[in-house]
């Protein structure tokens, strides 16, 4: 997808799927894409995937979920290839599974068996959207440049302004209330220190974000800031991760490769989920923690680095401890400098912000017109529980960008899980817009929708919703796709 002395590298397609068959017949999207591909490199076996994953260019990963072992594995694969589109398919569809799926990382799900016209359709929309666009007015600037450039030969020619960066250190821990305020003192204090950072929360409370802000305020930020999920590696490939290996370590490793605590020498290392690590490794951990030294995975020499730790885990490691799955010695070399980030429903104050920033990132990147939430949408945003506190209200953010457009972000475009106060124990319910709730007005018998109507427009909604998917809307509606085509039969019937 990259360009090279004004040429366009053809795009590198990798497929993983346990059947031969399947893997071959979904790789002949190739030739449907209007992009130049290289040959597809197709997988039937994981570990071989992930590795090229980490060490080669992939700009379209197609993933069966069951050949991975399902969607909460499909992060392991994302965070190896965080620049490629991720197509996640599955012979088990519903919009849940969609939904685990594009939050584990997947920028689309399609469930089997589909067409190569609707697979190609989706890999297009995702290239489509990674194309950098100029604007007309810079299109301008830029001859204007040229120009000058060319009637003053005896002067350089002008630089072109660096890209505007991302927001750095404590920006994107977004909020103003109590909680959040006194996270921010807390992780200024912490930055100028070496020592190790253990920061504890819920999923989805950013502890990632926390960690990156303490690496670009510390002296340690014109380093690497290295983050390896220990909850997304499998356990047999999580020591060769951390500390890397040396060539015929094992099966299929090449060449020497330099692991995360390598990389991040100088810099900061970023374990997430620590708790999620076997005891053996714990122990080499602590080891590397007291010493600063470890051994790449079949090596004999040993390797010092100078990284600082941070560490992050949803669990309670006094509990982990208590059942045996956490070392204690480990727990208090690591916990020094401790931060535990509330839940969002802690802090509903930072909520509607929050929804603000999500909406205009996403709006400006989807290309969409929404300014703001109307009265409403804004209530029941703010009133709602969100077990997967920022992350999921992120997702829920872009899932509405992506599906609709307009001024505002309505009631109505909210998805049900949020709108149905009742659909979650921990929902907050409006008890008095409840009670102003006027009784349905009674109908004449002459007024009620036969079953047969009622059944098509409930399915013609579905697949609206959709966008035509037939397979996704019959997921929704918790029925076989065939159903949906034989309703369809019966009404082309009627009309005869």
Not at 32 to 50: G, Q, V
Not at 115 to 130: N, T
Not at 318 to 344: K, M, N, Q, W
Not at 436 to 452: D, H, V
Request: charged share 25%; hydrophobic share 40%.
């Amino acid at each position: 997808m990259g360009s090279k002395e004004g040429k366009t590298l053809p795009v590198i397609v990798r497929v993983l799927d346990a059947s031969a068959s399947e893997a071959a017949r979904t790789s002949a999207v190739c030739a449907r894409l209007s992009a130049e591909c290289s040959e597809p490199i197709l997988y039937t076996d994981t570990a071989p995937c992930l590795q090229d994953l980490a060490d080669k260019t992939t700009d379209i990963l197609i993933i069966d979920l069951e050949t991975i072992g399902g969607d909460e594995a499909l992060e392991a694969y994302a965070v190896r290839c965080p620049k490629a589109v991720i197509l996640a398919v599955s012979s088990m569809g519903s919009v849940s599974r969609a939904v685990s799926a594009m939050r584990a990382g997947a920028h689309d799900f399609l469930t089997k068996p589909f067409s190569l016209d609707a697979l190609a359709s989706k890999i297009s929309f995702q290239l489509q959207q990674r194309r950098p666009v100029t604007k007309p007015c810079q299109q301008t600037a830029d001859r204007a440049i040229q120009i000058e450039a060319v009637s003053q030969d005896n002067l350089p020619a002008p630089r072109s302004l660096p890209e505007p960066k991302q927001a750095l250190g404590l920006d994107r821990l977004i909020g103003t209330s109590p909680a959040m305020l006194d996270i921010h003192d807390q992780v200024r204090r912490m930055a100028p220190s070496q020592a190790p950072v253990f920061i504890t929360g819920e999923s989805g409370t950013g502890k990632e974000l926390c960690a990156a802000a303490v690496h670009e305020l510390s002296d340690r930020n014109s380093g690497r800031f290295v983050t390896l999920n220990c909850a997304a590696i499998p356990r047999d490939l999580i020591e060769s991760e951390i500390f890397g290996y040396v060539r015929g370590a094992f099966t299929g490793a090449a060449d020497n490769r330099a692991g995360a605590a390598e990389q991040a020498d100088g810099g900061t290392l970023f374990l997430d989920e620590i708790g999620e690590m076997d005891l053996l490794l714990q122990s080499k951990l602590l080891r590397f923690l007291q010493t600063g030294t470890f051994q790449r995975l079949g090596d004999t020499a040993s390797r010092k680095v100078d990284a600082r730790i941070i560490c992050a885990t949803n669990r309670d490691p006094l509990t982990e401890i208590t059942a045996g799955r956490f070392r204690e010695d480990l727990y208090y070399r690591l916990h020094v400098l401790p931060v535990h980030l509330p839940a969002l429903r802690e802090r509903r104050e930072d909520i509607l912000p929050l929804a603000e920033a999500f909406l205009k990132r996403y709006s400006d990147e989807e290309r969409r017109n929404f300014r703001g939430f109307d009265a409403d949408a804004e209530a029941r945003i703010v009133s709602y529980g969100w077990p997967g506190n920022v992350r999921q209200l992120e997702n829920t953010i872009r899932q509405i960008v992506v599906m609709n457009d307009g001024a505002a972000v309505t009631h109505e475009m909210l998805p049900l899980v949020i709108r149905d106060a009742q659909s979650r124990p921990n929902g907050i319910i409006d008890l008095s817009r409840e009670r102003s709730r006027a009784t349905p007005a009674s109908r004449p018998f002459g007024a009620i929708e036969p079953l047969w109507a009622q059944e098509r427009r409930i399915i013609e909604d579905a697949l609206d919703a959709f966008d035509g998917n037939i397979a996704m809307a019959a997921a929704a509606l918790e029925i076989s796709p065939s159903t949906i085509y034989r309703k369809k039969q019966s009404w082309s019937a009627r009309s005869l």
